[in-house]
């Protein structure tokens, strides 16, 4: 059973930067494809980040420009990079990761991390 384990939020200030972390347990697998949702309070979960395999991202409009996700195979592990924080961007990160287990492919969720912007 694979479990993934977030890191990386934090308060920070207006212009800021964070980088998420999700890293996944075991071995004997590869990321398939990786979503990073948030979910602000009393809001919906967005999804604000997605990536596959073969390394084609989309963005909300919102983070364009702003947010980069990537895959590290090696580490068994999935980035967000924020950068130019606003307050907007206050919310709970989410890492929704596609593992594909010889052929399987499995979805699992990170445990989520908050992420507060504010001056």
Same mark, same amino acid.
């Given at each position: &059973? ?7 939020? %934090?308060?920070?200030?207006?212009? %800021?930067?964070? =980088? ?12 398939? *494809? ?31 420009? =702003? ?13 967000? &990079? ?17 593992? *594909? ?5 499995? %979805?699992?969720?990170?445990? %989520? ?7």
């Amino acid at each position: &059973q694979v479990q993934l384990v977030e890191s990386g939020g %934090g308060l920070v200030q207006p212009g %800021g930067s964070l =980088r998420l972390s999700c890293a996944a347990s075991g071995s004997g697998f590869d990321i398939y *494809d990786v979503d990073w949702f948030r979910q602000a309070p009393g809001k919906q979960r967005e999804l604000v980040a997605n990536m596959t395999r073969r390394g084609s991202t989309n963005y909300v409009d919102s983070v364009k420009g =702003r947010f980069t996700v990537s895959i590290d195979n090696a580490k068994n592990t999935v980035y967000l &990079q924020m950068n130019s924080l606003k307050p907007e961007d206050t919310a709970d990160y989410y890492c929704w990761v596609k593992i *594909d287990t010889w052929g399987i492919i499995d %979805g699992y969720w990170g445990q %989520g991390t908050p992420v507060t912007v504010s001056s």
